[in-house]
């Protein structure tokens, strides 16, 4: 059952080096510089999002993501939600307006997988970057890189992602859209959604707590991900696996890895949920096909390499 | 470039050897010769699957994650390979990384599997 998530709002990830970091995320994906804070953290968002902003590179020692933010209907929403999280059991934090430029007040609180999540009903919407509201063109002009349109979702690992899911599905209402289950029944891989996209977060059954995978961010086209591959090759960025397609979501993919060795994703496409849709299934068994369609077999790699 | 400026860079746990100039990362000398010496992950510093032990020889790095090389060790000469730039001949073992196994992974035992 919906419960007044609207959708991703914002990720903010570590990197070794901002400089370098905004080549990658902005110069290559072609996310859109917005403002720098006092903190000397950098905010960017892809062209379409008509909120202020959706990625936070912040400079630290250990790359990673400190927290994704979702955005609520509006404060009513948020105040029944911080005492439902309370209730849960979760460890509640109120983050006032403003830490975050542009943002409104956020409850930060944590999963059973180790990471940390806000959720906030208010930031600045400064609308879509280089396009109006009414009679808008069909995109802006100066667009850099891969062009990506926005900030989509991201993949976390970490244990007990069954707490997890009854956090996110109970008191958040997301819904169980994907799964990959072992032969003893056992789920070690989900992906939830809080609307009709096959996945707003996704999470994979792993030992240590608070672990990135990697950050999304959506393309319009195959022929866009194709570019996207040909720019990581003309840049010479660390290639993980693509351009493929995957049996999980069925989205047409490339993954590669930003300077300081998180992993990004551009990706089109893909399956849709509705909430009277029963989660589709991949069993372990043919793991190597759910993750990528046509090759088939396991890529240790894109398992095991974290930050 | 000048014969100075290359380096080779012996792994003696693999008992393989490359050769890596002074403007190249050690595991960006080591994939250009097709070498399969040290273990690739992000290439970023950030993942800690190239973490090796430097024995000898001198050489800088960029900026690690201390997820994976703490202030002590680096004094230690442990280092990750994507962030070394050797500056003479140099020994070093490969291998210093311990993955933590998922059910992810363990699931996937019986699969075929490319590394």
Known sequence: ?307 | MSDQSIHQIRVLNRDQSFECAEDQVLLVGMERHNAAAISVGCRGGGCGVCRIRILAGEYETKRMSKAHISDAEQQRGYALACRVFPRTDLEIESDHYQAPESSYQQAAVAQPTVK
């Not at chain 1, 020692?61 to 059991?89: A, I, R, S, W």
């Not at chain 1, 022929?223 to 047409?252: C, F, N, W």
């Open chain 1, 1 to 307: 059952m919906r419960k007044g998530v609207m959708r991703p709002g914002h990720i903010q990830i570590r990197v070794l080096d901002v400089e370098e970091a905004l080549k990658h995320y902005r110069d290559l994906i072609g996310l859109i510089e917005v403002e720098r804070d006092a903190q000397g953290r950098v905010y960017l968002k892809g062209w379409t999002e008509v909120d202020k902003f959706s990625v936070v590179l912040r400079e630290a020692d250990e790359p990673g993501m400190d927290f994704v933010g979702y955005k609520v209907l509006d404060n009513q929403t948020l105040e029944k939600l911080q005492g439902e999280l309370v209730e849960h059991g979760c460890n509640v934090e109120e983050i006032p307006a403003g830490e975050l430029n542009g943002c409104g007040r956020r409850i930060r609180f944590d999963s059973p997988t180790g990471h940390m999540f806000e959720i906030y009903a208010e930031k600045e919407q400064t609308g879509k970057w280089g396009v109006g509201n009414v009679n808008p063109e069909a995109w802006p002009r100066g667009l850099k890189g891969m062009k990506a349109t926005r900030f989509d979702h991201c993949l976390l690992y970490g244990p007990n992602i069954k707490g997890t899911l009854d956090l996110f599905r109970d008191v958040l209402g997301f819904e169980l859209a994907e799964q990959v289950i072992d032969p003893e029944g056992t789920r070690i891989a989900q992906f939830l959604t809080v609307g009709m996209k096959a996945h707003d977060v996704a999470f994979i059954d792993h030992p240590e707590p608070g672990k990135f995978h990697h950050a999304s961010f959506i393309l319009d086209t195959w022929e866009d991900v194709l570019r996207a591959a040909d720019l990581i090759s003309m840049e010479d960025v660390s290639l993980d696996i693509g351009p493929t397609r995957h049996g999980l979501t069925h989205g047409k993919t490339i993954y590669f890895f930003d300077p300081s060795g998180n992993r990004s994703e551009v990706f089109c496409d893909g399956d849709y949920h509705y909430p009277d849709h029963e989660p589709v299934t991949w069993k372990a068994e043919q793991l190597g096909k759910a993750i990528f369609y046509h090759d088939r077999v396991l890529n240790d790699r894109f398992l095991t390499v974290l930050t």
